[in-house]
DNA sequence: ACCTGAACACCGTTCAAGT
DNA sequence: ACCTGAACACCGTTCAAGT
């Protein structure tokens, strides 16, 4: 037996990082965040829990580690050489079907904000703004409104999910959010129960997409107002003085 | 007065669930979520902590109240009588600056979102966009982004004072969160390499509110765009087709 | 009715002991 | 070096027993 085939041999039984972290997403996506306990994910990996944390520090750094993984995967698949614009909307578009995928990572993004997956769509979005010229003075603001508004779609997408794994019935669950909602008071709550009926049966990315349109139109208007690029389509550029 | 003399005096009021709200939200001010346990509010309440169970359903039930006591309070400060305008920036310096008081009560907005806290945001928003005659096609959209905006600076916030209970140096922690950005190679990072230096010397409130005008103006777009409520100032009117 | 506090079924984490 | 699994110090929650 040589020792390469010894090596490979060792490496697909030993315990490393990068099985330890398959291991946890594999029980985060099915069980959810309450399901990855130490004594589940040893059982899974047929070791004794101890054993876990000769990989790994702690929990923090196993969820951190977890969901840097599908951030990170999920940002290398935005396409570098689009438009910044479209840029921007695919990098959106990326955390969104990541943490639609794997809610649990939507809640670990607040709790590491100076982690991989963090930094990756901070710079992902911001990049894409100084392409677009918007001036020095607007860009931290450009950049937060776009930043909050992902993660607050985050945030929300991974309290739906939460306790229901993987593919239980979303719009039961907002069926149910619409009704606690009308039980008040029409008069005292007239938004609120307009905008009921569209809570269970609306498409979630679109509407996505479209709150992200209106917060790229307000940052397309700072960018007029600099007379640097001025934004084409449906519209029209400002009337002169 | 002795110790047996205040915990006798202690017990003499009788426990309730107001009483039970009000000693854990103390809990949860001083030593944060990790420290609000059954044991620890049984102990500041003199009672066992089978005794919270009469009156509380369970741990969920409390932090449920603990925030709808601290979010409705806020928006009770909240003025109905200002411009429409000014109102959702009222609404959102009272969710902001309650979040920042009591940052645990930013995280638990997500684990609720029926609760009565976000139906007093979203109508708080909405109920506003509906006075400002936003064209109802856009109305879900424009309290979406303006909602999802300030979950994500709430969640953000809460995330930043984990662990740290109360007026630990919020400074020091977004230095070391900017030192670990500009770790990265430069090059491949230019946005977040121009922004480190304004993360740790910023003004987040005012940073908070940069972002609000920002959406702000692209509902402003929206409604111009319907001809309901041209807005005043620097944007002109659409051109002629 | 309301309260007590021990008991139960879990956790994350540690560590002496093994290979 | 790497792994084992019992042990420790916690939790939330329950419940027989008290007032």
Redesign the pocket.
């Known amino acids: 037996m040589t020792i390469d085939s010894l090596r490979a041999d060792k490496r697909a039984k ?2 490393s990082k990068d099985r330890i972290v398959e291991a946890a997403i594999a029980i985060l996506d099915g069980e959810g965040e309450a399901g ?5 994910l ?1 059982t899974r990996l ?6 876990i ?3 790994v520090a ?3 750094e196993l969820m951190t580690a977890a969901s840097n993984a599908i951030m990170g995967r999920a940002m290398e698949a935005v396409d570098a050489e689009m438009e910044p614009r479209a840029g921007i909307r695919a990098v959106a578009l990326a955390v969104f079907d990541a943490i639609d995928a794997h809610p649990w990572a939507g809640a670990q993004l607040f709790r590491d904000p100076a982690g991989s997956a963090m930094v990756e769509i901070i710079e992902g979005i911001g990049g894409r703004l100084l392409a677009l010229n918007v001036p020095g003075a607007a860009l931290f603001d450009a950049g937060s409104a776009l930043l909050n508004y992902i993660l607050g779609v985050a945030g929300q997408n991974a309290a739906n999910a939460r306790g229901h794994p993987a593919e239980v019935d979303r719009a039961a669950f907002l069926q149910a959010v619409a009704e606690r909602w009308t039980e008040r008071d029409p008069a005292a709550y007239p938004f609120v129960h307009r905008v009921a009926a569209r809570l269970a049966d609306h498409d979630d990315r679109a509407q996505f997409l479209a709150g992200l349109d209106l917060i790229l139109a307000g940052i397309g208007a700072l960018t007029e107002a600099s007379d640097v690029l001025p934004r084409s389509g449906r519209a029209a550029p400002r009337a002169e003085r």
């Open positions: 030993a315990l990855l306990t130490f004594r589940a040893a047929a070791t004794g829990s101890g054993a944390y000769w990989h702690d929990k923090t």
